[in-house]
């Protein structure tokens, strides 16, 4: 891809996030970011529990923009370190700071300024100190190298117009024997048009890559045991489908 319609998605991206989250509307509302399958509130909808929502505030919960619950296929620890990959109003990050505890932290990267102000005025009103948001774009993630247990991410890697270099930079911020597990977008059979339209890339559907290709693109980066652990039909359009997978990897120890 040119590096300027690079720039123009991105720049899309972030328009599109930075309005949603002033406009205060949930992407579930309005654009297809997550499966639309009933009335619930958008952390219902992309599979939180009464528990999880409960437990954080009720902004971060209505601003919940993924098309899955990551941490539901992790097993973080206290005391572990986490990040999360487009971490928008923070649901994620709320909600692993409270399981790596005061001896672990939770850390947010996201790309849109707003979204940053917005996850951060959501961890002060959960009172949660081992959090930090990073305003940052996942290619070029402000982390250190092999400093991390576990990386998510919630429907943000597919908004990337370079999802290779995002699984390097991944792979490169792990410890030895960390995990990566994401719920992200696929796209079988999707026409060339569809892959370069900018509207429909900032809904989660033009940057949507091939299943076979985005594991492919992890194993590349150097991750092993790839899996992809759950898929759930999001759209299908003739030939033309899409799904929401929860894929987990290994960086080898
Ligand atoms: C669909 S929303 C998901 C937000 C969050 N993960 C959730 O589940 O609510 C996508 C988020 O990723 C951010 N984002 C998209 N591309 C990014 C990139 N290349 N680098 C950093 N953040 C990015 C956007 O700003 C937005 O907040």
Known sequence: ?????????????????????????SCCSSVTCCPDTDTNSSAEKNGYTDAQISSIPTDAAEHSFGCGNPLEYTD????????????????DVLLASQLVGES??????????????????????????????????????????????WIISNCVICLSPDKHKVF????????????????????????????????????CISGALPEDQYLGSIRQAGFE???????SAYAKMGPVEVASVKVAAVKPA
């Not at 045991?225 to 898929?231: C, M």
């Open 225 to 231: 045991d790839v899996q992809v652990l759950s898929k």
């Open 76 to 91: 973080v620890q206290e005391g572990d370190v986490v990040v999360d990959l487009g971490s928008g109003a923070g649901i």
């Open 168 to 203: 390097e930079e991944a792979f490169r911020v792990l410890k030895p024997g960390g995990k990566l597990v994401v719920s992200d977008m696929v796209a079988n059979n999707m026409p060339g048009w569809v892959r370069t339209a900018v509207s429909t890339w900032v809904s």
């Open 1 to 25: 891809m040119k590096s300027q319609d690079v720039k123009q998605i991105q720049e899309s991206v972030r328009q599109h996030y930075a309005d949603l989250v002033k406009i205060d509307e």
């Open 104 to 149: 672990g932290s939770a850390i947010g990267i996201d790309m849109t300024p707003e979204m940053i102000e917005k996850a951060r005025q959501n961890a002060e009103e959960a009172g949660a100190k081992n959090v930090d948001f990073r305003l940052g774009e996942i290619e070029s993630m402000p982390v250190g190298d092999g400093s991390v247990d």
